[in-house]
């Protein structure tokens, strides 16, 4: 099996990578080749089986989409986008990359299978972005997308892409909304969520993080791992239940800013929730004020997607993950 991923730089790329590489298959197939794209060159894994290439490639150029797909990939994971910060501030730059990359990759991949029959499994990684308030209590899967943000509006636009794409055999699509991920490692990027991972993240390691909105703020989370298992297992679902409506949105855990303080007061004392220091963010707090903040993901769960259930187990795994399995 050939699988491609398209954005394999970014932390989930790097992370579903290292996860392939060590399973070595993916639904019980042998990966044989893994292609790794990015606008910078991936770092290339050592690999037991499988042959690497990592390229540097820039998916909304021209010809950029038809030369990723030139090994004609069994499996494709598009992950690449820009994050919801930067695609509102810079709105050209945000549908460049967020809507015109991901259109060029399915008409390449629609014109390839013109060529010669070829229809790949592409699994797509959307955002619970694609839904603006008002909200119901919980989300449900018949709730309209009807989103408040460029990105979130990027993103719905793929998923109708992706379900027309899908309906006329151009390939075997599955998108995933999700949920917002948390304890990001690294540095802090764009992302207008990045605080959530922040206040976590940072007093772990013994560093002071700023919180610029109220305790109150309730969202839907998941950790990176599951995030990671959510892809593999998109990518080996038999997609036939799904019908028309090719996006699920994940499960996850919705909590809110307070929560994830008293978990991380539980799992790593009042020392690492002392480090947590209130800078209210009047825009921060706007742009948040309209994301969803808890869902009914119950379609997802029938088809066996799964995620964290507290706070508390969302802290250890990126202990585990990221820290050795202890703290700073």
């Known amino acids: 099996m050939h699988v491609l991923i398209i954005g394999a730089a970014g932390m989930i790329g790097r992370k579903l990578t290292q996860r392939l590489v060590a399973d070595g298959t993916l639904g019980g197939r042998e990966i044989t080749a893994l292609s790794l794209v990015d606008v910078v060159a991936p770092?290339?894994?050592a690999a037991r089986r499988a042959r690497v290439t990592t390229t540097a490639l820039d998916l909304a150029a021209e010809g950029a989409a038809v030369r990723s797909i030139a090994?004609?990939?069994?499996?494709?994971f598009h992950l690449a986008a820009i994050v919801s910060g930067e695609a509102e501030a810079d709105f050209e730059k945000g549908y460049r990359i967020n809507l015109d990359g991901t259109r060029a990759l399915f008409e390449a991949i629609r014109h390839e299978g013109a060529r010669q029959p070829y229809a790949p499994r592409v699994v797509f990684t959307s955002s619970i972005a694609v839904f603006g308030a008002p909200f119901p209590e919980?989300?449900?899967?018949?709730?309209?997308?009807?989103?408040l943000t460029s990105y979130g509006t990027q993103k719905a636009i793929d998923e109708l892409l992706l379900a027309?794409?899908?309906r006329r055999g151009f390939f075997d699509g599955i998108g995933i909304r999700l949920p917002t991920i948390c304890i990001r490692p690294g540095a802090p990027n764009k992302a207008a969520s990045g605080f959530f991972s922040n206040i976590l993240r940072e007093p772990l390691a013994g560093r002071e993080a700023v919180l610029p909105v109220g305790e109150e703020v309730r969202h839907w989370h998941a950790s990176p791992r599951a995030a990671v298992g959510f892809l593999v297992h998109a990518a080996a679902l038999d997609t036939s239940p799904l019908g028309a409506r090719r996006t699920l949105t994940m499960p996850g855990l919705s909590a809110t800013v307070g929560e994830q303080i008293a978990a991380l007061r539980r799992?790593?004392?009042?020392?690492?929730?002392?480090?947590?220091?209130?800078a209210p963010?009047?825009?921060?707090?706007?742009?948040?004020?309209?994301?969803p903040r808890n869902f009914d993901a119950r379609r997802a769960a029938a088809l066996g997607f799964r995620a964290e259930s507290s706070f508390d187990e969302i802290i250890r795994v990126h202990i585990e993950d990221e820290l050795g399995g202890r703290l700073a």
Not at 71 to 76: A, E, L, N, S, Y
């Open 43 to 45: 770092e290339a894994p």
């Open 138 to 147: 919980a989300i449900g899967d018949e709730f309209f997308t009807t989103p």
């Open 164 to 166: 027309d794409y899908s």
């Open 267 to 278: 799992v790593a004392g009042e020392r690492a929730a002392a480090l947590i220091r209130r």
């Open 281 to 291: 963010d009047p825009v921060i707090a706007g742009i948040v004020a309209g994301w």
């Open 71 to 76: 090994g004609r990939p069994d499996v494709i």
